[in-house]
């Protein structure tokens, strides 16, 4: 892993890439800890912020063009942050099932699924976990 092709690519991919990083490890720890606790909300909405970073810096990121400047990841985004604010309603209004569903399908779906595709031949994560 080649740390220095992400730290010296340009903005927003570094600020998105960690983002994302920290998302997932954020989203697996939650998973495992205790629900409900000000510990879980707290630690929820660092998870929602980093989230909905990495959801609108995804926008200046125009590697793929397939629909003007746009790919089908930025579609996923638009869908990821309506996601997270009704994940958020859902628990507050104490519809916790919902509210659990969408959550884990965001992890799946906006960060492993589409962080997956990332290592896809000419974009930056490529470079950065298998050259040299």
């Known amino acids: 892993m080649d740390l220095t092709i992400l730290n010296?690519?340009?903005?927003?991919i570094p600020s998105h890439a960690y983002a994302a990083f920290a998302a997932v490890l954020i989203g697996g720890f939650q998973?495992?800890?205790p629900k409900g606790t000000r510990f879980h909300k707290s630690l929820g909405y660092v998870w929602v912020s980093?989230?909905?970073?990495?959801?609108?810096?995804?926008f200046w990121i125009q590697t793929l063009k397939i629909i003007g400047p746009?790919?089908?990841?930025?579609f996923l985004s638009l869908f990821t942050i309506w996601s997270?604010?009704?994940?958020?309603?859902?628990a507050r209004k104490g519809n916790i099932i919902?509210?659990?569903r969408?959550?884990?399908?965001?992890y799946i779906l906006a960060l492993v699924i589409t962080g997956l595709f990332?290592?896809?031949?000419?974009?930056?994560?490529?470079?950065?976990?298998?050259?040299g």
């Open 8 to 12: 010296t690519a340009n903005q927003p």
């Open 70 to 74: 746009f790919s089908p990841i930025h």
């Open 84 to 90: 997270v604010f009704e994940a958020i309603k859902s």
């Open 50 to 58: 980093l989230m909905l970073w990495v959801c609108v810096s995804s």
């Open 98 to 100: 919902r509210h659990q």
């Open 31 to 33: 998973f495992v800890r």
């Open 102 to 106: 969408m959550m884990k399908l965001m």
């Open 118 to 131: 990332t290592l896809s031949s000419g974009r930056t994560m490529n470079e950065v976990f298998f050259s």
